[in-house]
Structure formats: C-alpha cells, structure tokens
C-alpha cells in the first residue's frame, strides 16, 4: 500500500494516526445506539471525550446504555431527560430494552419523576443520590422495572442502611461551596491576570438540576427554529438565553446550552491593565487557560456578583504559577493561605516579574486612589 511505503514516514505517520485516533471515532459515532445520537445525548458524549478525564480500566464497564456513568454522568442524562419529558411528554427511546412495563407506564413514571424533581431542594447531585430520589419515588412499582431504569442510566443500586459504598465522592477543600469543570475558556474572555468569565455545560450534574424553564423552553425552540432555517428567530432566541445568563455555544461542531460564570482568582490580586506588568499578568493568565477545560472550586462570591474560587487547568494550581512568576500580590486581606504567602514571598526574593521594579504599587491601593481622585 502507497500509505504504508517506508520511504515516505510521514505517510505512515498519517495512516497511523488515522486508523488510531481518526476512523475509532468515525466508526464510534455511527455504532452508537439510536438513542445515543439524539442530540443531548450525543453533546454529553462528546463533551466527556473532550472535557473529561479518561476513564481508567475499572471504569471500562460502569456505563450504563444511555451514556450515563457511575461517576455522575447518569444524573445528567436523567435530568436531561425529565426535562424533555415535560416539554414532549416522550420517554427516551430505547428504555423498553431495560425495563418490563408499557409506555404508557413509563410516562407514569417521569410524570412522577418531574413532580418530584421539581420539589426536591436541592434535587440530586450525585449517582447515589440519583438512585435513591428514584427509589423512592418509584417504590410502589415493580423492582425489575426500577433496576432496569437505575441500569438505563448507569446508576448504582440504592445503598441499605449501613452499607458502605464504594464509589462514595471524594470531600472537598473546606468551605467549598461547589464544583464544576468548564468548557474551553475563550481567550478574549480573559480581561485581567485574576478574572475570568467561563462557560458551564448544562449536561453538568450540578448545572443539569438548576436550568430555568423558561431557559430550557427557549433551547428547544432555538434547536428546532434553527433546524426550519428560521435564523431570525433563533437568533431572537439566543438572545434570550443569554439575558438570563446563559448561552447555546459551538463546541466543535456540536451546539452546547452552558450557563455563563464570572470568576475571581482566589487569594492573588494582579496588577490592573493600566499598571507596570498588568499586560504581562493577562498574557500570563491567557497562556495558562486559553482554549483549556478547567476545573473550579467556588468558596462564595464577591460584591460584583462573582464567583471567587481555586482554578485548576491540567492539574496545575493557576494561582501558585501567577504568584511564582511574580505576576500577582497574595491577597492577604481575604485569604490567609501560609503557601500563597510563601509563593509570593519565593518571587520577591527571586525578583521576578513585578518584583524587579524598586518600589511595585499595590493593586488594591492603585484602585482606592483612582476612586478617591474621581
């Protein structure tokens, strides 16, 4: 084969990264389940591939048939779900394949489902509490349909008091309001070295459960205006959805609904754009989460409606980079950290970045004279 001919490498190079990365992908697509190619299912596929991190070998058989996993994924879809239940009164296709009862029994069963999901404060979060939300509210039906539908979603067993589970969630940091992982941060939403505005997928378990009706409506209707080619009013839609704080996204290639967040760096304060290497900090900041999925920690939310919390892309702690490198001051006014002080304390001795000029100006102080000079 002309591929394959060993005086042209980079042919090979191309045939090999074809037939391992390419083609698994092609074929993939057109192997999944009817059901999986419906389009929220399809996004929380692809969302995991590209955002998520690779499951490992004891993952392998934790997925469920409606591309729900044990580690949460299973609460997406099956709020994903009892949301499109309430706009078309549809049970998901392919669920008969789990479960014993009619259609007409199943509907019963998200009908009971929404209800229920509507009250709960806050509803579920996790697989396991999935389960039991199901459990419970399911529990005078027929046990063979209720696994069915837990294994629909690839949802645990419920626990028996006193069991142990082994797949229990790992606590978070103290004062840890929530956590979420972010779809590729837009370079120009990075107007500073501390602030950054992100994007949310709504197939995230905590986004899936909190998603305003009137917002879920606009989707669906935006989806549909924009498949009759009625671009105008997709467009009046779109707009919409934005007002009210969120946005139907193009995430390679495939349309994404994400609720929009702005976010404060925890414990730094870099210097304004305006000031000695306020350029350099942005630069910075840009060229650590640019293009990049991260994850956030949000501890509470600041006076301007932002979120403050710990940003982490790749593994890495953007705070301790941008205070090492000395492109931001520890904010010791609202974060006493002992390691943030040391970070900036290793820069000043190393007099990098902002600690080469003689006499550096606090950011915060810069900006109470600016107020007060107004």
């Known amino acids: 084969m002309l591929l394959l001919t060993p005086s042209k490498p980079y042919n090979f190079l191309s045939c090999f990264l074809f037939l391992s990365f390419i083609l698994p992908l092609i074929l993939g697509f057109f192997c999944l389940p009817r059901e999986d190619l419906k389009m929220g299912n399809a996004l929380t596929l692809l969302y995991a591939h590209f955002c998520k991190p690779t499951t490992t070998a004891g993952d392998a058989g934790s997925f469920g048939s409606h591309g729900g996993s044990s580690a949460d994924g299973g609460v997406s879809a099956l709020a994903h779900d009892i949301f499109q239940f309430e706009l078309t009164s549809q049970v998901p296709e392919g669920l008969s394949n789990h479960v014993v009862s009619s259609k007409k029994a199943q509907a019963n069963w998200y009908r009971k489902l929404l209800d229920a999901w509507s009250e709960a404060k806050p509803p579920p979060k996790t697989s396991e509490e999935a389960s039991k939300f199901i459990a419970d509210n399911l529990k005078e039906h027929q046990k063979a349909d209720v696994e069915g539908l837990l294994a629909f979603y690839g949802l645990p067993l419920p626990q028996t008091p006193g069991q142990s589970s082994a797949n229990s969630q790992t606590s978070l940091p103290q004062g840890v309001k929530f956590e979420f992982q972010t779809l590729p941060v ?111 920690l949000v ?76």
């Open 299 to 374: 501890y509470g939310e600041d006076r301007y409606g932002r979120c403050v919390g710990d940003i982490y892309c790749n593994g890495k702690f953007v705070q301790e980079i941008m205070l090492k490198k000395g492109l931001a001051w520890h904010y010791s006014a609202y974060d006493q950290r002992i390691e943030l002080a040391t970070w900036e304390k290793e820069a000043r001795a190393k007099r990098v970045g902002l600690w080469a000029l003689p006499n550096p100006e606090k950011p915060w102080e810069w900006r109470k004279d600016k107020r007060q000079s107004r």
């Open 186 to 296: 837009d370079m120009k939403a990075i107007p500073d070295g501390d602030t950054i505005t992100v994007y949310v997928s709504t197939t995230e378990p905590w986004e899936s459960s909190n998603i305003p009706k009137d917002v879920r409506v606009a989707a669906a209707q935006r989806s549909k205006a924009c498949a009759d080619k009625n671009y105008t009013k997709a467009d009046a839609l779109q707009k919409k959805i934005t007002i009210s704080g969120y946005r139907v996204l193009n995430v390679r290639n495939q349309e994404i609904l994400a609720r929009k967040y702005r976010i404060r760096l925890r414990g730094i304060d870099a210097p304004e754009s305006s000031m000695p290497y306020g350029k350099e900090a942005k630069e910075e900041l840009v060229k650590l989460v640019g293009g990049k999925c991260l994850r956030v």
